[in-house]
């Protein structure tokens, strides 16, 4: 019986793959609306993020690291190594944790600065919670209640979101414009928990400099939904 020998395929020579471009922000002040830490998030926004699972999807938010995850997170580091700098991405984070929406479960408030940012404050401002199933979702936080004007007017940072005293709180120093009034106010906005989101409870402005006294106090209705 003869055999037939089949003659030798030419090996093939893998075409470079060109991953899609995607427009990126050039300055620091483009790249944060890109990023929680802008200050007027949509009114409609909606809970969102990525699946993170873990061996044991029961394990608590402590265990996540959130460095890994959010420049895991819609490609962050290779859109920081493109634009903005390929080494030490994540320059500082912080993460706090707390019961905040009333589920006996933690959530977790975490600021980054990235390499992006430069002296500018945080550009990553998020509340994070993990689901039963191992994933993560980035709370939203609504400011659409507030009927004062501008509520981020005179910011010269993006504001810091920590937690004081069992609530979320976002605050920033403002500067006045107007003659006469006082050159520095901190801006302390508090949050409450709302169905399905942040909502404000009440936004008070202290003059710095001045015995720390409030000077306005504003509690602002949620609108109907």
């Given at each position: 019986m003869l055999?037939?020998?089949?003659?030798?395929?030419?090996?093939?020579?893998?075409?470079?793959?060109?991953?899609?471009?995607?427009?990126?922000?050039?300055?620091?002040?483009?790249?944060?609306?890109?990023?929680?830490?802008?200050?007027?998030?949509?009114?409609?926004?909606?809970?969102?993020?990525?699946?993170?699972?873990?061996?044991?999807?029961?394990?608590?938010?402590?265990?996540?690291?959130?460095?890994?995850?959010?420049?895991?997170?819609?490609?962050?580091?290779?859109?920081?190594?493109?634009?903005?700098?390929?080494?030490?991405?994540?320059?500082?984070?912080?993460?706090?944790?707390?019961?905040?929406i009333g589920?006996?479960?933690?959530?977790?408030?975490?600021?980054?600065?990235?390499?992006?940012?430069?002296?500018?404050?945080?550009?990553?401002?998020?509340?994070?919670?993990?689901?039963?199933?191992?994933?993560?979702?980035?709370?939203?936080?609504?400011?659409?209640?507030?009927?004062?004007?501008?509520?981020?007017?005179?910011?010269?940072?993006?504001?810091?979101?920590?937690?004081?005293?069992?609530?979320?709180?976002?605050?920033?120093?403002?500067?006045?414009?107007?003659?006469?009034?006082?050159?520095?106010?901190?801006?302390?906005?508090?949050?409450?928990?709302?169905?399905?989101?942040?909502?404000?409870?009440?936004?008070?402005?202290?003059?710095?400099?001045?015995?720390?006294?409030?000077?306005?106090?504003?509690?602002?209705?949620?609108?109907?939904?």
């Amino acid at each position: 019986m003869l055999l037939q020998i089949l003659p030798l395929r030419k090996p093939r020579t893998a075409l470079p793959v060109r991953l899609p471009s995607r427009p990126f922000a050039a300055t620091a002040a483009l790249f944060c609306a890109t990023t929680m830490a802008c200050a007027h998030p949509p009114p409609s926004a909606q809970p969102h993020g990525r699946s993170l699972r873990h061996p044991d999807a029961a394990d608590d938010i402590r265990k996540v690291n959130f460095r890994s995850y959010l420049l895991a997170r819609d490609g962050l580091r290779a859109r920081l190594a493109e634009e903005f700098c390929e080494r030490d991405p994540i320059r500082h984070i912080t993460v706090h944790y707390a019961d905040l929406i009333g589920q006996r479960d933690e959530q977790a408030v975490v600021e980054a600065t990235t390499c992006a940012m430069g002296n500018g404050g945080a550009d990553i401002t998020e509340v994070f919670r993990r689901l039963p199933d191992g994933a993560l979702v980035s709370l939203p936080l609504d400011d659409a209640g507030y009927r004062g004007g501008d509520l981020y007017a005179g910011q010269r940072r993006t504001p810091r979101l920590e937690v004081q005293r069992g609530r979320l709180t976002r605050w920033f120093v403002r500067y006045g414009d107007s003659e006469g009034e006082l050159p520095q106010i901190r801006r302390t906005i508090t949050y409450r928990w709302s169905n399905d989101r942040f909502v404000i409870d009440s936004v008070k402005d202290d003059a710095i400099g001045a015995g720390g006294a409030a000077i306005a106090t504003r509690r602002v209705a949620v609108p109907p939904r």
